[in-house]
C-alpha cells in the first residue's frame, strides 16, 4: 500500500523549532520529488519547500527562505522538514507530496501522493 505519513508536529513558542518527517511505504522516494505543502485555517494551501529527484535541487517559499530546510534520506525513505525560528504565521496542517516530477514545483497537481498532514501550532 502506497502511503506517506508525516510526523513531527505540534505546539511550539515562537523562536522555538521542530524537525517534520514524512515517511513513504509502499514504494521508493529515490525517483520522486517531494514537496511540503501547508494549509492554514481560512487560507488556501501554499507550497513551502520542496526538493527534486534529479539533482537534489530545493525550493523555499520567500515566507520560509532562512529558517526552514528540505532534506532527505533516500536509505531510510523519508523527507524532512527542519523548521528554526518559527512564528505564529507558519501555524498550519503541514503536508507532503511526492511526484514523479523531475523538477522542484509547488503545483499540487503535480504531486501524485499524498499524506494526512501534520498539525503546526506556533504560539506563546
Known amino acids: 500500500q502506497v502511503q506517506l505519513v508525516e510526523s513531527g508536529g505540534g505546539l511550539v513558542q515562537p523562536g522555538g523549532s521542530l524537525r517534520l518527517s514524512c515517511a513513504a511505504s509502499g514504494f521508493t522516494l529515490d525517483y520522486y520529488t517531494i514537496g511540503w505543502f501547508r494549509q492554514a485555517p481560512g487560507k488556501e494551501r501554499e507550497g513551502v519547500s520542496c526538493?527534486?529527484?534529479?539533482?537534489?535541487?530545493?525550493y523555499y517559499a520567500d515566507s520560509v527562505k532562512g529558517r526552514f530546510t528540505i532534506s532527505r534520506d533516500n536509505a531510510k525513505n523519508t523527507v524532512y522538514l527542519q523548521m528554526n525560528s518559527l512564528k505564529p504565521e507558519d501555524t498550519a496542517v503541514y503536508y507532503c507530496?511526492?511526484?514523479?516530477?523531475?523538477?522542484?514545483?509547488?503545483?499540487?497537481?503535480?504531486?501524485?501522493?499524498w499524506g494526512q498532514g501534520t498539525q503546526v501550532t506556533v504560539s506563546s
Open positions: 507530496a511526492a511526484g514523479l516530477v523531475v523538477v522542484v514545483t509547488t503545483d499540487s497537481k503535480e504531486y501524485d501522493y
Open positions: 526538493i527534486s529527484s534529479s539533482d537534489g535541487s530545493t
